[in-house]
T-cell receptor, first 116, second 116 residues
Framework: AQSVSQHNHHVILSEAASLELGCNYS??????LFWYVQYPGQHLQLLLKYFSGDPLVKGIKGFEAEFIKSKFSFNLRKPSVQWSDTAEYFC??????????????FGDGTTLTVKP | NAGVTQTPKFQVLKTGQSMTLQCAQDMNHEYMSWYRQDPGMGLRLIHYSVGAGITDQGEVPNGYNVSRSTTEDFPLRLLSAAPSQTSVYFC???????????????FGSGTRLTVV
């Protein structure tokens, strides 16, 4: 079975600080990786995804993530955060094939608070 | 607007009552799923469907039933509500189960359920 671990439960930053949220997964096969964002009171929205090609993927609102296969990691980064980035961030993984294909497993989430 | 529509947005139930959470999508997505979101536990898959007439269990199916008689609708039924089912419920869809790789999920706005 696949699993996802997000190491930081709550991150507090000041505006303009750099952000890196950790995500590690465990699964023996090939996976697709996602980051979702949930703004306060809203539903989850896809921030970015990786399934093949360049391991550095760029998403909306200046976010990017790097897939490091050898470390089973897919960390989310942003060079300079804004107050509007305050939200909860979820890393997710799903297997490319097999019984778990298409069923995304989510991490516990990281709450980001950006102070103005 | 195209997307995933969930109703109701809020619901309070008494222990032992039954109810149905509605989910409808107008994007002709084959794959639909139900997740529950609990603090510190991320999102956990309850049931999913890869097409009309096909459903399967996820990680936490006990106490819930689903059916998929049409492509558009995927209702979640609570048979006999328990306080442990107090949660926020999200419906999510994707073009196909293998399409999750390319598109990720589209989420509904959620149903906040309280069982007293």
């Amino acid at each position: 079975a696949q699993s996802v671990s997000q190491h930081n439960h709550h991150v507090i930053l000041s505006e303009a600080a750099s952000l890196e949220l950790g995500c590690n997964y465990s699964y023996g096969g090939t996976v697709n990786l996602f980051w979702y964002v949930q703004y306060p009171g809203q539903h989850l929205q896809l921030l970015l995804k990786y399934f093949s090609g360049d391991p550095l993927v760029k998403g909306i609102k200046g976010f990017e993530a790097e897939f490091i296969k050898s470390k089973f990691s897919f960390n989310l980064r942003k060079p300079s955060v804004q107050w509007s980035d305050t939200a909860e961030y979820f890393c997710a993984v799903n297997a490319r094939s097999g019984a778990n294909a298409g069923k995304s497993t989510f991490g516990d989430g990281t709450t980001l608070t950006v102070k103005p | 607007n195209a997307g995933v529509t969930q109703t109701p947005k809020f619901q309070v139930l008494k222990t032992g009552q039954s109810m149905t959470l509605q989910c409808a999508q107008d994007m002709n997505h084959e794959y639909m799923s139900w997740y529950r979101q609990d603090p510190g536990m991320g999102l956990r898959l309850i049931h999913y469907s890869v097409g009309a007439g096909i459903t399967d269990q996820g990680e936490v199916p006990n106490g819930y039933n689903v059916s998929r008689s049409t492509t558009e609708d995927f209702p979640l039924r609570l048979l006999s509500a328990a306080p442990s089912q107090t949660s926020v419920y999200f419906c999510a869809s994707s073009p196909r189960w293998e399409g999750v790789a390319n598109y990720g999920y589209t989420f509904g706005s959620g149903t906040r359920l309280t069982v007293v």
